[in-house]
């Protein structure tokens, strides 16, 4: 089984910054593209950010040139930098990931469970 584990929500006020981190683990092969996600409340879920094995990332309009999303391919770590945060920030931010289980097996989708993420004006 495979487990992804969101860490570093909390609340912070409109400018401030917050960095998530989102550790993978279980009988992983490798891991191909990760994700982060957030739900508003009322909402839909949108991605975020997206970065793929090699390194290279791709943001929503909404974020880019704030957030940055970094990957640690070693420690099967993904992690998520948020600087000059805004109110309308405010979500559960989730991890997401393509993941290998082996040769041939995969990848296969997962979820971690959300980190709450509120930013106060």
């Known amino acids: 089984q495979v487990q992804l584990v969101e860490s570093g929500g909390g609340l912070v006020q409109a400018g401030g910054s917050l960095r998530l981190s989102c550790a993978a683990s279980?009988?992983?092969?490798?891991?191909?593209?990760m994700y982060w996600y957030r739900q508003a409340p009322g909402k839909e879920r949108e991605l975020v950010a997206v970065?793929?094995?090699?390194?290279?990332?791709n943001y929503a309009d909404s974020v880019r040139g704030r957030f940055t999303i970094s990957r640690d391919n070693a420690k099967n770590m993904v992690y998520l930098q948020m600087n000059s945060l805004k109110p309308e920030d405010t979500a559960v931010y989730y991890c997401?990931?393509?993941?290998?289980?082996?040769?041939?097996?995969?990848?296969?989708?997962?979820w971690g469970q959300g980190t709450q993420v509120t930013v106060s004006s």
């Open positions: 279980g009988s992983i092969f490798s891991i191909a593209a």
């Open positions: 970065i793929t094995s090699g390194g290279s990332a």
């Open positions: 997401n990931g393509d993941i290998r289980l082996g040769m041939g097996r995969g990848p296969f989708n997962y």
